[in-house]
């Protein structure tokens, strides 16, 4: 179990803004170019270039800037559905296990319905800590963050490692209500020394 101010900081972090416009547009699309992946009851893939990640800070202030590793570099990812659950995988440059030093997140953002004032947004969120952090936490962990509700769905538990090119999960339907279809993009972050809120640098995101 984590502690609660971590707890409480991947629950703000999780808050993320989606462009309002989103929800008077096809989906996925903005000014008809597809601005984010859609899953429509069929595997799904998005794709990023290889060598893009640069490591950009979100908040205020100067900290130290973390060095960008291969495995902070999205070449893509994709969804697809296995029975009752939906198999979640983000394709690296390299592999998300040997993360050092600081804490690295990957997260999923849903948007399950663009229907006037009903969006139902969620979270999906892979943390990992690396052995020589400063946090009591180590290794992996899963959770889903309810944005609409501002509330864990499920709460960050502890998995097993992931394989060494990618992210790759099983989530199953009901922690999202069962969608037939939702848009969706991907991003890598990296947070220091246990701050709170948002983490401290947006390493690459997708589409």
Avoid: C
């Avoid at 000014?31 to 205020?60: F, P, T, W």
């Avoid at 495995?71 to 394709?91: E, M, N, P, T």
């Amino acid at each position: 179990m984590l502690k609660a101010s971590y707890v409480l900081a991947i629950a703000i972090a999780a808050a993320t803004i989606v462009p309002v416009s989103l929800a008077f547009t096809p989906f996925g699309q903005i000014g008809g170019r597809q601005v984010l992946g859609v899953y429509d009851n069929a595997e799904s893939r998005i794709v990023d270039a290889r060598g893009d990640a640069k490591a950009v800070y979100q908040k205020n202030g100067t900290v130290a800037i973390p060095e960008v590793k291969d495995y902070h570099d999205v070449l893509g990812a994709s969804v697809s559905k296995r029975g009752g659950a939906f198999l979640f995988k983000i394709d690296l440059a390299g592999d998300p296990n040997r993360n050092q030093e600081y804490e690295t997140i990957y997260r999923w953002h849903l948007i399950t319905s663009q229907i006037a004032n009903s969006d139902r947004q969620y979270t999906i969120m892979f943390p990992h800590f690396a052995a020589d952090n400063n946090s009591t936490a180590k290794g992996w962990y899963f959770a889903v963050f309810d944005n609409t509700n501002n509330t864990f769905i499920e709460r960050p538990i502890i998995i097993k490692d992931m394989p060494e090119d990618r992210i790759e999960y099983s989530v199953e339907d009901f922690y999202l209500g069962n969608p037939s279809k939702f848009a969706y993009w991907v991003d890598v972050l990296v947070r220091l020394n246990n701050t709170l809120g948002e983490p401290d640098y947006l390493m690459d995101f997708a589409p």
